[in-house]
Nanobody, 114 residues
């Protein structure tokens, strides 16, 4: 069993930055692809970014060039650096595994004011 705990959300003005962190329990973290989803009110949950155990990354078109995903396997942690934030980035952000195990964090709120 893997537990995921996110932190780093908050309120920021448009153009600002936030860094989300997700700490995972369990020994399989370093083996699996991890990433971030988000869900805004009234919208479906969407994939934001993911990273393989070897460090290969994938991003949604809407965040390319602004967000950076990274991981530290020694710390069982995955990060999402979010720069040049826009009001449309406002959502609950969820850390999750992208390897099909079904592990999800509880979510952290990101609010970007205009």
């Amino acid at each position: 069993q893997v537990q995921l705990v996110e932190s780093g959300g908050g309120l920021v003005q448009a153009g600002g930055s936030l860094r989300l962190s997700c700490v995972a329990s369990g020994n399989i973290f370093r083996l699996i692809r991890m990433g971030w989803y988000r869900q805004a009110p009234g919208n479906q949950r969407e994939s934001v970014a993911s990273i393989t155990s070897g460090g290969s990354t994938n991003y949604a078109d809407s965040v390319k060039g602004r967000f950076t995903i990274s991981r530290d396997n020694a710390k069982n942690t995955v990060y999402l650096q979010m720069n040049r934030l826009k009001p449309e980035d406002t959502a609950v952000y969820y850390c999750a595994d992208y390897s099909g195990y079904g592990y999800w964090g509880q979510g952290t709120q990101v609010t970007v004011s205009s």
